[in-house]
């Protein structure tokens, strides 16, 4: 391994990575909006809403972001909707987190027993009070284990961006494979450069499910 | 026990509940078949009757938790409705208090004393806890303000229960089985306190199974048995010499023959 070729790919790994976590986290971000607007539907069983959710969690769900990516960048444009790398990639990935973020909420409010809306209902709150004061906090922090898999999960899936050519971490690892054969430090970097976006949401992640613990929340 | 005092002009206090021909079946099974029940300003109403009576039912249909398929109920001439737009406001001046612990775990206790005051009253903080510090007092819980739930015993968790509905200042209060829960040694501190509220002079509709504690707090008893109210007699008629067969047996079920 040359170090002093490292030294050279830093810079271009550092663009690509800062990349990579802003359009990551701007998904994510998304994804959990769409999570809890589609597990609140699906809570209250809303008709009509209901349906489209569970068609839009399915077909979701059982399509690989890639295929998903695909059809935002080709197939939009052809009914006359312009896209663009970025769109494209944040749109994919909050199409794709959603349906898992959605899951990951209905389970929590589900575990939440019926007495404690009851309680509620009963001294006078309304049901959006209910949700936002009892219900939503309890069930936020079930969801908590679950929700932080699925951003390392969705952070993860970022590396197919390249396919739509975003110059992400695995695009600017490819490229340099392609251009000048140093494969072993670009991989080596590629594989660092992962693990410093990750751990930090993983050690995040679990010091946060240890916090709730210790809190006895929705026990 | 004299908890009969300013309870002589009872039958001209204004009525402040009335429940009218109601109605409540799941699934087409009926479960409440027409009944019929006032209580009055300041009256201790007690409902007993053999597990699926449909007691709870009955609280849970007062207070709208349930929807009805017949019927009406009314507090101060006002109809209590399921999806009524003015059911947030009518249902704060109903308390009520559930068998199971309903307490909200995510806050302590102070916070769910006030959480209801502030949000759904709009009362300012500040006052709100000075109230519910005061209350705390005296169910003896004021050095449980900042614990949460899962630190307390059962029988404290159902007396932060009673001062989180009493917050709201209701003209009644509903007991659903609040006793059956606990631990034996538990129970007599829970109904000490709703002992404490009848000499106040709140009205009470109470559902339990403690026969004792229901003859020395009625003033009213009233049998509920497959959804029909077959009695409604003063605590000692009820229990000495109540009218029906049913109520007779289902009394009998909590005395014991000597063995020897």
Known sequence: MDWTVIAEYMPLFREAAFLTVRLGLTGIAIAIAVGIACAVVLYYRIPVLKTLVSFYIELSRNTPLLVQLFFIYYGLPKIGISTNPVFCGISGLAFLGGSYMCEAFRSGLEAIPPIQSESAESLGMSRLQVMRYVIFPQALSISVPALMANVIFLMKETSIFSAVSIMDLMFTAKDLIGLYYRTTESLFLLVVFYLIILLPISILGSLLERRLRYAGFGA | MD??????????????????????????????????????????????????????????????????????????????????????????????????????????????????????????????????????????????????????????????????????????????????????????????????????????????????????????????????????????????????????????????????
């Not at chain 2, 087409?28 to 009576?53: M, N, Y």
């Not at chain 2, 302590?108 to 007092?137: G, W, Y």
């Not at chain 2, 739930?149 to 509903?174: D, F, N, T, W, Y």
């Not at chain 2, 606990?182 to 002079?201: F, K, S």
């Open chain 2, 3 to 260: 908890i009969t005092d300013n309870k002589e002009n009872m039958t001209e206090a204004p009525v402040l509940l009335s429940v009218r021909g109601l109605v409540k079946s799941f699934d087409g099974k009926t479960v409440l078949d027409g009944i019929d029940l006032d209580v009055r300003q300041g009256e201790v109403v007690v409902i007993v009757g053999p597990s699926g009576c449909g007691k709870s039912t009955l609280l849970r249909c007062i207070n709208a938790l349930e929807p009805i398929q017949g019927g009406e109920v009314l507090l101060d001439g006002q109809k209590i409705e399921k999806d009524g737009k003015n059911l947030t406001a009518i249902r704060q001046k109903i308390g009520m208090v559930f068998q199971s612990y309903d307490l909200f775990p995510h806050l302590t206790v102070l916070d769910n004393i006030t959480l209801a005051p502030q949000k759904v009253q709009k009362r300012p903080r500040r006052e709100a806890e000075e109230e519910a510090i005061s209350l705390l007092k005296r169910v003896g819980l004021e050095g449980k303000a900042g614990s949460y739930p899962r630190e307390l015993s059962g029988g404290q968790k159902q007396r932060v229960a009673i001062v989180r509905a009493l917050i709201l200042h209701p003209e009644v209060m509903l007991f659903d089985e609040v006793t059956a829960a606990l631990d034996p040694e538990m129970v007599r501190e829970v109904l000490d306190v709703i002992l404490q509220l009848a000499r106040q002079g709140r009205t009470m509709l109470i559902v339990t199974h403690e026969m004792q504690f229901a003859r020395a707090i009625a003033d009213r008893v009233i049998f509920l048995d497959e959804g029909h109210v077959l009695e409604d007699l003063p605590p000692e008629r009820f229990f000495t010499e109540p009218g029906t067969e049913r109520a007779k047996n289902f009394l009998h079920m909590f005395e014991f023959e000597a063995v020897r």
